[in-house]
């Protein structure tokens, strides 16, 4: 009872504007103000979500076969050469504007040459995920490396660390409130690829289902689809930052 009491607390105001915003979209739809066509009314949504519930599942396990490999294949690549980097200057110096140009370039612009160049889709979503999604856990790794304030390394010396443990014990945990920063941001960046990837040549996930019934013109099911994919981002993006503050339970915020 405490933590449903402490968590309207916390979000009553954030649930009065998902409110005021059904009731909102409610109000334009049963008065005709709102194209019917494509707004339609939600019983018609409700409808569909009871319909294709099944469908919708199915489509979310796709979507999660691609994402989680994507992400941990992001996160691999980003922590490694972000580490080398925040750790050797000459090395940063030398990479830094090679690897800041390549960032600023949208992966959807790479989306024609991994799809003819990669052996399967598959494997072209899954390039394009994480090529659109690293960018930020690496510069993340890279600053909190930068930034680490040096007692720590003098305490490590001290204490002689070296090597592997130096890495785990002393380096990534204090450069660990940077990172996790990063990484949040890198998520929204997976889902937004993700999606686009399922869009233009899946044949299941949840981009995939928006996009089919957008092209039959079966909007309350299109609506049903898009308020899936929110309502799955938001409750991953959730479960992150619980994670996150778990993880840095030791710091102020």
């Known amino acids: 009872m405490g933590k449903t009491k402490s968590f309207f607390k916390k979000y009553w105001g954030t649930i009065c504007i998902y409110a005021g915003l059904v009731l909102f979209y409610i109000f334009m739809t049963t008065t005709g103000r709102a194209n019917a066509y494509l ?29 989680i490999p994507s992400i941990l294949i992001s996160l691999a690549v980003a922590l490694s050469l972000g580490t080398f980097l925040g750790m050797h200057p000459r090395a940063r110096d030398a990479l830094h504007p090679v690897i800041y140009a390549f960032s600023v370039i949208p992966s959807i612009l790479l989306s024609p040459f991994a799809l003819l160049l990669a052996p399967t889709f598959r494997s072209a979503a899954i390039f394009l995920i994480v090529y659109g999604s690293f960018w930020s856990t690496l510069f993340a790794t890279i600053t909190g490396i930068m930034t680490i304030d040096k007692r720590y390394l003098d305490n490590a010396a001290a204490l002689e660390l070296r090597g592997l443990k ?32 399922e869009m233009y040549g899946a044949q299941h996930g ?42 840095l339970k030791w710091t102020i915020g």
Not at 47 to 66: D, I, P, Q, T, W
Not at 216 to 234: D, E, Q, R, S
């Open 39 to 67: 707004f339609p009314k939600p019983r018609a949504i409700l409808k569909a979500f009871y319909e294709n519930r099944g469908v919708m599942l199915v489509n979310l396990l796709s979507s999660l076969s691609m994402m």
């Open 166 to 197: 130096r890495m785990f014990r002393v380096i990534l945990p204090a450069a660990s409130p940077s990172i996790l920063a990063g990484f949040v941001n890198s998520l929204r960046s997976t889902f937004v690829m993700l999606v686009y990837a």
């Open 206 to 247: 949840m981009g995939f289902f928006v996009k089919k019934y957008a092209e039959f013109g079966i909007y309350a099911n299109t609506w049903c689809g898009f308020i899936f994919m929110v309502i799955v981002l938001v409750i991953v993006m959730q479960l992150f930052e619980k994670l996150k503050r778990h993880m």
